[in-house]
């Protein structure tokens, strides 16, 4: 019962991803404002999570490889993001040079040892997630004076990016921290990633109320 209350937890992230995509996908031609790099990113990693908890239910243990492609489409779609979002020219070709070197170099790894592709890449997960959060800081500080669309996705990313390099750095992805009630490391994970797609929601909230801002 308790394990099947982690797994509880972890569909409540997921249904309200799938909320999300679907409030930002049908909202994304009445408010000129959402960018359409950010609707394709919700709906890529809805189907990569869905992917994931339906490989996990047929098959458990055998949908970490899925991983690569949730790091892999965020990376790509959220650097295109704060390209598109940030204004200094200079931050826009370094975010092209950093997220082409990035993706040349995960690549090769898969490429000498195709065993890597089946389990999780700690470098992976980490390098993408601190980058990201790298941008995602950036954005914040660089129009701190201004309220400004994605600023509360921003801040839920990073929250979420903090809990998840935690994680895979910690190296003990086993860890059960209580037995009754079953309590794993992953609960904060889903914890948090409840409260990301939270802010999200806030984000679509934001841009109702505020249609003509800096973009």
């Not at 990113?41 to 047929?58: D, F, H, R």
């Not at 895979?168 to 992953?186: A, H, M, Q, Y």
């Not at 914890?191 to 003509?212: C, V």
Request: hydrophobic share 55%.
């Amino acid at each position: 019962m308790d394990f099947w209350l982690v797994i509880l937890v972890s569909l409540v992230g997921l249904c309200f991803l799938i909320f999300n995509t679907l409030t930002f996908f049908i909202n994304r031609n009445n408010i000129p404002d959402i960018s359409k790099l950010f609707v394709w990113y919700l709906v890529v990693l809805s189907l990569v999570e869905i992917s994931c908890n339906l490989i996990g239910v047929i098959k458990p243990n055998a949908n970490f490889f899925v991983s690569h492609f949730y790091f892999g489409f965020q990376f790509i779609f959220l650097s295109l993001l704060y390209y598109k979002l940030l204004q200094h020219r200079f931050i826009k070709i370094l975010i092209l040079i950093i997220g082409i070197i990035q993706m040349l170099y995960i690549t090769s790894i898969y490429m000498g040892d195709i065993k890597l592709f089946w389990n999780f890449n700690t470098y992976e997960i980490v390098s993408t997630s601190t980058i990201l959060m790298v941008y995602a800081l950036y954005f914040i500080f660089s129009n701190f004076e201004i309220e400004h669309h994605y600023f509360n996705f921003s801040i839920g990313l990073i929250l979420y990016l903090c809990c998840s390099i935690t994680i895979f750095l910690s190296d003990n992805l086993d860890l059960v921290l209580l037995e009754k009630p079953f309590i794993d490391i992953w609960i904060f994970n889903s914890l948090f990633y409840i409260l990301f797609q939270y802010f999200i929601f806030r984000e679509f909230r934001f841009f109702k109320r505020n249609p003509i801002l800096h973009k």
